[in-house]
């Protein structure tokens, strides 16, 4: 008697996991990235900064400098991106603006995402951001600049915790990245093309 059929089975359902497997791994893979990034958010993992509506209505007594860093993460986005001032210093819980400056220097209309984070790591869930250029894509024509702003409070609550006791000084950083949504941005943006009259 022939063993063919029960080995071709045993093939088909060994194949079928096998494919199985590989998709939940590729789905995992796509979930991942989203997934980590709430939660460095929610945790402040990783110096993911927060995001909240208003400062406190009152401050702390603590001094700290906060320093800021601009990055262009590849050569295929021609942007020139820095921090208009380099460092500042506040009391904590009190709001402050800072502004990054970006140019496009490239022949062409390009669309930016910023990521950003600060360090140190620690200091990320105390970090409070109530508005900034980072929270949506930057569209920018061929030689236009911009000034972005981004509203930030060190929260009080930083007094209280004694990991964070030696921490003088926060460097907020940002990247640029070419967005992927990049062309459907910029089709939008496109003014509609008129019919000629005949």
Same mark, same amino acid.
């Given at each position: 008697?022939?063993?063919?059929?029960?080995?071709?089975?045993?093939?088909?359902?060994?194949?079928?996991?096998? =494919?199985?497997?590989?998709?939940?791994?590729? =789905? /995992?893979?796509?979930?991942?990235? #989203? /997934?980590?990034? /709430?939660? &460095?958010?929610?945790?402040?993992?990783?110096?993911?900064?927060?995001?909240?509506?208003?400062? #406190?209505?009152?401050?702390?007594?603590? %001094?700290?400098?906060?320093?800021?860093?601009?990055?262009?993460?590849?050569?295929?986005?021609?942007?020139?991106?820095?921090?208009?001032?380099?460092?500042?210093?506040?009391?904590?819980?009190?709001?402050? %603006?800072?502004?990054?400056?970006?140019?496009?220097?490239?022949?062409?209309?390009?669309?930016?995402?910023?990521?950003?984070?600060?360090?140190?790591?620690?200091?990320?869930?105390?970090?409070?951001?109530?508005? &900034?250029? &980072?929270?949506?894509?930057?569209?920018?024509? #061929?030689?236009?600049?911009?000034?972005?702003?981004?509203?930030?409070?060190?929260?009080?609550?930083?007094?209280?915790?004694?990991? %964070?006791?030696?921490?003088?000084?926060?460097?907020?950083?940002?990247?640029?990245?070419? =967005?992927?949504?990049?062309?459907?941005? /910029?089709?939008?943006?496109?003014?509609?093309?008129?019919?000629?009259?005949?």
């Amino acid at each position: 008697m022939s063993h063919r059929p029960a080995i071709a089975r045993a093939n088909r359902r060994v194949g079928f996991a096998v =494919a199985g497997v590989a998709a939940g791994m590729i =789905a /995992l893979a796509f979930a991942s990235a #989203p /997934l980590y990034r /709430l939660f &460095c958010q929610v945790t402040g993992y990783g110096g993911t900064t927060q995001r909240a509506v208003t400062a #406190p209505a009152e401050t702390g007594t603590r %001094l700290v400098t906060v320093r800021f860093n601009a990055d262009v993460a590849s050569q295929d986005l021609a942007w020139d991106f820095k921090p208009v001032q380099s460092e500042l210093r506040t009391v904590v819980g009190e709001q402050h %603006l800072a502004f990054y400056r970006v140019r496009n220097t490239g022949t062409l209309p390009t669309v930016g995402v910023a990521t950003f984070n600060v360090t140190p790591h620690k200091a990320g869930p105390y970090f409070q951001k109530i508005a &900034c250029f &980072c929270f949506s894509e930057q569209e920018l024509k #061929p030689g236009e600049s911009m000034d972005m702003p981004v509203s930030f409070f060190v929260d009080p609550a930083i007094e209280k915790d004694p990991n %964070l006791r030696d921490v003088t000084t926060i460097t907020l950083s940002y990247t640029f990245f070419r =967005a992927r949504d990049e062309k459907a941005r /910029l089709s939008q943006s496109m003014p509609p093309v008129s019919a000629g009259v005949n």
